[in-house]
């Protein structure tokens, strides 16, 4: 029973999105000796499970499949360092008013979504407001930053926010040379967005800074992060630095 209560409150804490892998990982962290079955055996026993649903459509269209834009990242999705590669995508947001668009800017580093926009069209005036809003955040320019081959970033406007960083773009036809981004698409809509009927625009909005911002950034275990948050990864990743430095 009081393992059970622990499982139910690792849940709820995750807003009942961790399944029994992370539940795992989290109680035995926690020094719970206790095996993945289990907990999914008492998971079972209380009726619960992580919310899950796959989302999927087409939000960009490719215009240009010539060979001048080259796959630069080539699927290279753990760099050394935070801020170094970006990658950016957009995805639909399905409300009561009809759809909405999110772009958001990773960086592959931690996975940490630097900075997001949601707009009312698939117009690049949101994808640069994203791209610009996520320099403002962190206070610096990524040296790559890779796309899908939509209209909005082989636009001239996009081209002139990220002037000097180094752009690199999927091959035509392959999204999994973006698949980081596209993964977090479907992660905030089959682990969250897909529970509410989403009223309208200021709704979606809310709705995204609670994930984003209030669990995924900040709270969320991920494997890539070595079942840390991203904010917690990048953290350790300067803190590990600094005493490098001070051995130095």
């Known amino acids: 029973m009081e393992l059970q209560r622990k499982i139910m409150q690792i849940y709820e804490d995750s807003r009942q999105i961790y399944g ?11 020094g719970e000796r206790i095996s993945e079955r289990t907990v999914t055996r008492y998971m079972k026993e209380m009726g619960i499970h992580a919310w899950y649903r796959r989302p999927y459509t087409v939000t960009t ?11 630069v ?9 935070p801020d170094s590669v970006w990658c950016t ?22 996975r940490k979504i630097v900075a997001w926009e949601l707009g009312t069209s698939l117009e690049t005036e949101h994808v640069v407001a994203a791209v610009r809003k996520a320099m403002e ?3 610096k320019r990524p ?3 890779h796309t899908d081959r939509g209209v909005q970033y082989t636009s001239q406007e996009y081209a002139d926010e990220t002037e000097g960083i180094t752009k690199s773009y ?18 905030i809509k089959r682990e969250w967005l ?9 709704h979606a909005r809310k709705l995204i800074f609670e994930y984003i911002d209030a669990f995924y950034n900040t709270v969320r275990i991920h494997s890539h992060c070595e079942y840390q948050s991203p904010t917690e990864y990048e953290k350790r990743y300067y803190h590990t630095l600094k005493e490098l430095e001070k051995v130095a």
Not at 61 to 71: A, P, R
Not at 172 to 183: F, L, R, V
Request: contains cysteine; hydrophobic residues 35%.
């Open 61 to 71: 269209h490719s215009i240009d499949f010539t060979e001048k834009l080259k796959n």
């Open 20 to 30: 029994a892998p992370k539940i795992t990982w989290i109680l035995r962290r926690n």
């Open 194 to 202: 897909w529970r509410f009927k989403i009223r309208d625009f200021d």
């Open 170 to 187: 999927s091959y035509k036809g392959t999204p999994w040379d973006n698949a980081c981004i596209e993964s977090f698409h479907a992660l």
């Open 137 to 139: 955040r962190t206070g």
């Open 73 to 81: 990242l080539n699927r290279e999705f753990s760099p050394a360092e």
């Open 89 to 110: 995508d957009i995805t639909y947001i399905s409300t009561e008013k009809g759809f909405y668009y999110l772009s958001c800017i990773m960086d592959l580093f931690s």
């Open 143 to 145: 040296k790559l930053i």
